[in-house]
């Protein structure tokens, strides 16, 4: 550290994204597709395009928002783009809570909302999971203050029902609930319906993970005009820009595919099926994920055995050394092959060990 760095931000702890790295691996560590992009996003950003990054990029992101706004049956005044969701939740997080706010989420989720909280100076609370990692709707009803939730979440792959997520909404009328489906394509239960009703809910969306572009880095916001109108307020008054021209043409020619992905998806959800089933099969115990990842412990070899372990023989999985979750890996579905892979490498090493 610098001795230039500002005494606020000296003792962030940054967010530790899972590895990328650059040699060959069976990558389950990050949740990204197996799947590559849809052939219309390989035409949409070859030739044309090139010529014309030497202008900006639209700030209003005019295009890409209608159809993503058309594709939920919205307007795009109920659309807000971001680079990837995380900018949209930094954003919202900024913007509704501001400094010396007030934020609520369960203790074990996505590891970059405490961080959001920590740089944008909000009060935080961490409401524990109950035993079984679930979450208890009850618990961010009448909370006062901007409630934030991933549903389903992550690293647990668990799902709150559509009425529990409403009922959160409903008693919170007077502060901004944000619920993050990240992983929603992999459940088909999303709320998005609810944007036209409350005033107050907005929903975090992203192209990293259903839509094969983690790369690209796309994420998008749902909700009323006014909260829209907050976070372009926001992002004018900081980076107007923050979309570039690759990736907005990248995405609205991905939700012009629908099809193609939404057939991917389905495979995914046979493939995290056949896998749960399997691993249960070699011993292992996991959540009922309905994300496109597993959440699993075995009930004899401790998961950061079963991670190095995986890790040697270039199958990369996540692993948390946190208390309540350290027994367990998350590990994203990949393609039938990887699976097949993760499965053989499981039961090698477990059996080398028993
Ligand atoms: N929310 C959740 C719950 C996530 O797991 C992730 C991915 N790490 C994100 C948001 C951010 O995704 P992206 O910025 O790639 O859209």
Redo the contacts with the bound molecule.
Sequence with gaps: MSNFLAPDYKSLVPYT??EQLNYKVIKLN??ESPFPPSPKVKEAINGELIDSLRLYSDPEVKHLRKAIADEFGLEAENVFV????????AFSIMGFCGRGGEMCCPDI????YPVYADIFGVNLEEIPLEADLSIDAKKYCNKGKTVVI?N????TGLALDPDEIEMIIASNQNNVVII?E??MDFCKTSCVALVKKYKNLLV??????SHSL?GM???YGLANKELIDDLNRLKFSFNPYNMNSVAIAAASAAIADNEYYGRNTDKIIEIREKTKERLSEIGFEGTDSKSNFLFEKHKTVPAETLYNELRKRGILVRYFSKPRISDRLRITVGSQSDMDALVSALEEIIKELS
Excluded: E, I, M
């Design positions: 994204p899972g990050t949740n971001g680079n990837g969701s995380d900018d949209v939740l989720s996505y590891g970059f991933a389903p979440n992550a690293p993050d990240a992983y975090c969306r992203t192209f990293s993970k983690a880095r796309v994420g």
